[in-house]
């Protein structure tokens, strides 16, 4: 497959800043299924309008992949029918989307420039960013409040320097031919470095969900949650996300992800690339928060396990923590293995849609915070190398060829 480039300079004289796009597949031969995935660069300055050219970057550079899968997406389209048809749906979608614009006006610049960069409606980009809050309330597809998305498997050990966790991303939707990863240099009006970042993305999303690391040595993933108390206004989860990617430390990622403002709950698996430390943040509405230090083989999912909260049941993590329980992996190699895990046929931990299970694990990623690495799958972990390795420290990753071309 060749690898596609593109690139632009600004036309904004008072900021002579570059902004690229580099998309390339993985070195090596023709890809099959699940062999490669598209990467972004881009390198943009924070104000309004870099932000927005941010976000015509992306919408250029995949739009067509981001408009095919949304062709088929039963829940996109079922949110649209609902915000259209119904008053509490449109006030519920306003209300969140003013609150977030309100309180994080740069991303949703993001967003708009993604619908401009991809010419599809802005609409459709902005019920994307709330898929966690309006598929709450929808009542055609009220199930979706109780199907959990998302495993994550710990292990610590001092004595050898261990420390790593490993990342299922989970939906209803294969993705895994459409997720694609962003990597970001963010400048300063002077042009300097304020932050570089990286993360995978499911299709139209704002960067930040759902696996990320940056050059401040901060890494985390997030996983969803079920309160049975969440808010028709407040900021959706995305663009707090997308505010914890760009934190300067973990005790920052904690104040970005904690936040009043927030609508509904969400569970941070957080890293600190330099100290090695990782801890679980589970975040209710409002800003509601436990903290949780691993000091050693540890399981998060779908459910509060710290934060005293009422929630929905969620059959799928009571299964994959069972079947974390029976193996408790000790090393990296062992996550790797309990993420591939297929034993439950009802409710497997590496999903198919098979069984009572209604989702597939479009992606796994392993964080070694010892060797300062994230390995990459989009297919089952156990059975091949990854797919891609990055340095945590931002050097250059090894399976990844590019050349960068201006137009």
């Not at 790593?164 to 209803?172: E, M, V």
């Not at 920052?252 to 609508?263: F, K, L, M």
């Not at 994959?320 to 000790?330: D, I, M, N, T, V």
Request: glycine content about 6%; some cysteine.
């Amino acid at each position: 497959m060749p690898t596609v480039m593109t690139g632009r300079v600004s036309e904004l004289a008072s900021y002579w800043w570059l902004l690229c796009i580099c998309l390339a597949p993985v070195h090596g031969n023709e890809p099959k299924a699940g062999s490669f995935i598209r990467t972004i660069y881009a390198e943009f300055v924070d104000d309004a309008a870099g932000h927005f050219d941010f976000g015509v970057s992306i919408g250029l550079a995949v739009g067509d992949f981001i408009r095919s899968a949304w062709s088929s997406d039963s829940e996109l389209h079922a949110m649209e029918q609902w915000v259209e048809s119904n008053s509490v749906g449109r006030k519920v979608f306003q209300n969140v989307i003013e609150d977030s614009n309100r309180s994080f006006p740069l991303y949703m610049r993001e967003v708009e420039g993604m619908a401009k960069g991809s010419s599809i409606p802005l609409q459709r980009f902005l019920l994307n960013q709330l898929r966690t809050e309006l598929l709450q309330f929808l009542p055609v597809r009220s199930d979706r409040k109780r199907r959990g998305k998302c495993t994550d498997a710990f292990v610590f050990d001092p004595a050898t320097g261990t420390a790593a966790w490993g990342h299922n991303d989970d939906w209803a939707v294969n993705w895994r031919e459409s997720a694609y990863i962003v990597k970001a240099t963010v400048l300063n009006p002077n042009m300097s470095v304020k932050v570089k970042f990286a993360s995978w993305l499911y299709p139209g999303y704002l960067a930040g969900m759902d696996v990320t690391f940056n050059s401040h040595g901060v890494a985390y993933t997030v996983n969803s949650l079920f309160p049975k108390n969440f808010s028709s206004s407040g900021v959706g989860t995305t663009f707090v996300s997308r505010h914890v990617a760009e934190s300067h430390s973990v005790s920052d990622a904690i104040a970005r992800a904690a936040d009043t403002r927030v609508s509904t709950a969400m569970n941070y698996n957080i890293g600190d690339i330099n100290t090695k430390r990782m801890i679980q943040l589970e975040v209710d509405t409002h800003g509601k928060h436990m903290l949780y230090q691993i000091t050693g083989p540890d399981f998060h999912a779908n459910q509060f396990r710290h934060l005293q909260t009422r929630q929905f049941p969620e059959p799928s993590t009571s299964h994959r923590y069972k079947r974390w329980k029976e193996l408790e992996p000790a090393t990296v190699d062992g996550i790797r293995h309990f993420l591939s895990d297929s034993q439950d046929p009802q409710w497997p931990v590496y999903r198919n849609s098979t069984g009572a299970d209604n989702c597939f694990t479009d992606a796994t990623g392993l964080f070694d915070l010892e060797r300062r690495s994230l390995h990459f799958w989009n297919t089952r972990s156990s059975e091949s190398p990854p797919l891609v390795t990055f340095d945590l420290s931002f050097g250059n990753h090894n399976d990844i060829t590019s050349t960068l071309i201006l137009v």
